[in-house]
């Protein structure tokens, strides 16, 4: 037990200060990023849906977002702005009745057009709520 709650605290002390050194940097985020795919997918995907307005969801073509981020201090709070780039095509989930929560289970279509979407996302670090977004489409 105090193994484990020494393992968690070095984790914590260790994340902070790794934190603290790319504050007010831009930095690029791996692909895989957990929170990227949590932004792109409740942020960016349904917002990027809305401006496209087709009778079925628009959905990733590919994994890969180009994204970077930058933290600054906000109330003591770190607060991030998120750049990434989503290629996306047309998949089978009908926009009617698909919710942003059932996304990443559709599958865009191969042969189908695609469209290059820019977003750029800010929120309060872990707090998805506070998350502000815009995103701009185009044919690719």
Do not use: H
């Not at 690029?28 to 990023?33: A, L, M, R, S, T």
């Amino acid at each position: 037990m105090l193994l484990q709650t020494l393992t968690v605290g070095f984790f914590v002390l260790f994340t902070s200060f790794v934190n603290s050194l790319t504050i007010g940097k831009r930095v690029q985020v791996p692909d895989k990023d957990p929170t990227l795919k949590t932004l792109v997918y409740k942020v960016g995907l349904p917002k990027a849906n809305d401006k496209i307005t087709d009778s079925v969801m628009w959905v990733p073509a590919t994994t890969q977002f180009s994204a970077w981020r930058i933290t600054v201090m906000n109330q003591g709070r770190p607060y991030s702005t998120w750049e990434y780039s989503m290629l996306l095509q047309p998949s089978d989930c009908p926009s009617s009745n698909t919710p942003a929560t059932d996304l990443p289970g559709c599958k865009p279509k191969s042969s189908s057009p695609k469209m290059l979407c820019s977003a750029t996302t800010a929120l309060f670090d872990a707090e998805i709520s506070s998350a502000e977004s815009e995103v701009y489409c185009r044919r690719a």
